[in-house]
């Protein structure tokens, strides 16, 4: 038996469990979200009902929901209006999840046919364009304009970053740099903003509500990391969605990166260069092949690791609690997913 392979089967164990209790402290409130984002479509137009029933109905990882919820329980009182937010966040994140998979020429996505592939691109990319106005119909509620205002700026960074990864597409000279700058806006900014407000609306300090941001940005960028390494390397039957889209669609993620940093003074440079820019099907396993060989994706996955560390290092700025307690429960689980891809990262 494999020691080291046992040590990280008891972590994930460990993890898991964690995982497990941190959502039962907010299972009341995160059932009530989860009722009120399916129940959404009922706002929409009869004619749109059913694409909206649809994307809405298939209840994802729901992490940034949880994370409102958290980071409310951690400075105060879980509040109606932390469940508001929960909704909302995951509302704009269904809808960029519509519109990705649209540009990714995505079939599956959580293990049925993406909107995509079910009604073609025309109706799907209104369905998120009325998904994310819906989105920012629903933050107007909101009393206090500020909270309306970091949605909206979450929302229109989500996009952004959306936009500059399509620029780069195939852009074998993006640093990593560009990259962290890409996945802080197109994914981190709703964790961010999920963990900024769910504090804010809590009244709490500055400090707090700054601390809770940066754990959100921190995780995100992480669980950005940890996507893009599956893309590369997972099981597309295990996972519930299309895998491969990022080699196809020329996107360098970080273990591309490092992988390219790797080969720049050698002989594959040239050859990985041109199965990078080529995106053929006939290339991705060379690539994965080389991912291991060269240690990138290692690399990657580390990097991943250091920034749930850092996140769980931001939590000191909070009370010690169940709800700050459960936060780091859901970093160590992210960092236990993690270490999986590459064991002994």
């Known amino acids: 038996m494999n020691p080291t392979k046992t040590r990280h089967s008891l972590l994930d164990a460990a993890a898991a469990v964690r995982f497990k209790r941190t959502f039962e402290l907010i299972n009341t409130h995160l059932y009530s979200a989860e009722e009120r984002i399916r129940a959404q479509a009922r706002a929409f137009d009869p004619a749109m009902e059913g694409y909206v029933s649809y994307v809405c109905g298939s209840a994802g990882k729901r992490l940034r929901p949880a994370l409102a919820l958290l980071a409310g329980g951690a400075t105060g009182k879980i509040s109606a209006s932390h469940v508001d937010l929960a909704v909302i966040v995951e509302l ?90 890409i996945v802080e806006m197109k994914t981190a900014a709703l964790f961010a903003v999920a963990g900024e407000l769910g504090a804010y609306l809590s009244e709490t300090t500055p400090e707090k509500i700054g601390a809770l941001k940066q754990f959100g940005l921190k995780l995100g960028v992480a669980y950005q990391i940890y996507d893009d390494c599956i893309d590369l390397v997972g099981d597309e039957a295990e996972i519930g969605k299309t895998l491969g889209s990022d080699l196809r669609k020329g996107k360098l993620t970080l273990p591309l990166i490092f992988l390219l940093q790797s080969v720049k003074r050698d002989g594959d440079h040239e050859a990985l260069s041109a199965l990078l820019l080529d995106g053929a099907e006939e290339g991705h396993a060379k690539i994965v092949a080389m991912l291991g060989e060269r240690g990138a994706l290692r690399q990657a996955v580390a990097e991943a690791v250091r920034l749930t560390d850092e996140a769980v290092g931001v939590l000191e700025h909070l009370d010690d609690n169940r709800f700050s307690a459960g936060l780091r429960g859901v970093a160590e689980y992210l960092k236990a997913l993690i270490r999986r891809v590459s064991p002994g990262s």
């Open 92 to 181: 704009i994140h269904i809808a960029s999840l519509v519109h990705d998979d649209i540009m990714d020429g995505a079939d599956l996505r959580r293990d049925r046919p993406a909107a995509n592939a079910k009604w073609g691109n025309a109706i799907s990319v209104l369905l998120g364009d009325a998904l994310f106005a819906h989105a920012l119909r629903l933050a107007t509620n909101f009393p206090d304009i500020e909270v309306c205002r970091r949605i909206a700026d979450a929302t229109a960074e989500v996009c952004t970053g959306e936009i500059i990864q399509t620029q780069r597409r195939f852009d074998l000279k993006l640093t990593t740099s560009d990259y962290y700058r």
